[in-house]
């Protein structure tokens, strides 16, 4: 019988010899080009602090500032539900990092907290008791180990490439050593049904394999839609709208534009259908450059496309405010001071 650690080996393998490269868009290629040789199971020790987790992770940077975040998100959320949800062991090896109480003071679970509560307050407000959780591109799983906690009785299914698949199975592995893991190994063919993980509490998969007869009680998506073509986007939307449960809950948190697909993707032009009920909107938590949307599943149409639209003029208020010291010195001042007075009278 193969070990845990060895079906992740394996599921590795598998996957990026059946690798359906529609699903790489040119930022994750460009990420892991030159990571072939790091992705060799000897490093997956380390790998917060070899590389393997760049642009899936937030470093720690100086003591000064992990005290900084720490203190404004405990006056926050409290600190009791912060120290909670902070982990005791450094799985990944991070680098430069404070203890406080014997927990790692890490910038990027501090992230990942502040979505948890905001997340948390919803499903309660709604009074959802979730069964079945879908997480698309969760990285290495810093979300997803908090999730899985809070959610004990719940069963954890993630969506990823098989770069991040690799970190997530051993991070959760390593977080989660009692529960029971189905990965890509498993898979006898290209579909998924209930049946299949009748037995298991986390599914770990690349997104070529289908959700045959399972429904969805909250999708996630944090920090990953922004960095993908529309057309994997487009597909990603089409199994949300299929699969999601009436009344449940999905989470997106991704950048206003970003441009490293080679061309702009704007979270106000992600193809919604009408059928959603906006439940939060606002500039994200520490990253006022993204916009944390989340929606609850209707049958009926809702107010999702007017939301849109206020978010559409919150990118273009966002891409003058990142680009303003450029514009000081390529457009006349007085023009300049315009642009500036709009966006004064916008934001009152």
């Excluded at 000064?64 to 600190?79: F, H, M, T």
């Excluded at 849109?308 to 010195?329: A, P, S, W």
Aim: proline share 3%; hydrophobic share 35%.
């Amino acid at each position: 019988m193969k070990t845990l650690i060895e079906k992740i080996q394996l599921s590795h393998i598998k996957s990026f010899k059946n690798y359906d490269n529609k699903y790489k868009s040119d930022h994750w290629q460009r990420g892991y080009e030159k990571k072939k040789e790091l992705l060799k199971f000897k490093n997956i020790e380390n790998f917060r602090n070899n590389s393997l987790s760049d642009g899936l992770d937030t470093r720690a940077g100086s003591i000064e500032s992990q005290k900084k975040l720490y203190n404004q998100l405990k006056d926050e959320i409290g600190a009791k539900y912060l120290i909670k949800n902070l982990s005791s062991t450094n799985i990944g090896k991070l680098k430069n990092v404070l203890k406080v109480k014997g927990k790692i003071l890490d910038p990027n679970a501090f992230f990942h907290i502040r979505q948890l509560y905001d997340i948390q307050s919803k499903i309660e407000e709604k009074k959802i008791q979730p069964k079945i959780i879908c997480e698309i591109g969760a990285g290495y799983g810093a979300l997803s180990r908090l999730l899985i906690k809070k959610y004990n009785n719940t069963k954890y299914i993630i969506y990823d490439l098989p770069e991040a698949n690799y970190l997530s199975s051993y991070y959760l592995l390593k977080n989660n050593p009692k529960k029971k893991f189905l990965f890509y190994c498993d898979i006898k063919n290209k579909n998924l049904s209930l049946k299949d993980i009748k037995n298991f509490d986390i599914i770990i998969l690349p997104p070529w394999v289908n959700l045959k007869d399972i429904k969805i009680d909250i999708f996630l998506n944090v920090r990953s839609f922004m960095e993908m073509d529309k057309s994997v986007i487009k597909k990603y939307f089409k199994l949300i709208h299929k699969t999601i449960n009436i009344n449940g809950i999905f989470v997106n948190i991704n950048r206003y534009e970003k441009r490293t697909v080679g061309y702009p993707v704007r979270i106000a032009e992600y193809p919604y259908d009408d059928k959603w009920k906006v439940i939060k909107s606002e500039p994200t938590w520490n990253s006022k450059h993204s916009h944390t949307l989340i929606t609850e599943r209707k049958v009926k149409k809702s107010d999702i496309q007017s939301e849109l639209k206020k978010i559409k003029k919150l990118t273009v208020f966002e891409n003058f405010k990142i680009n303003k010291h450029l514009l000081k010195n390529i457009v006349p001042s007085s023009v300049f001071l315009f642009f500036q007075r709009i966006k004064h009278s916008f934001d009152k």
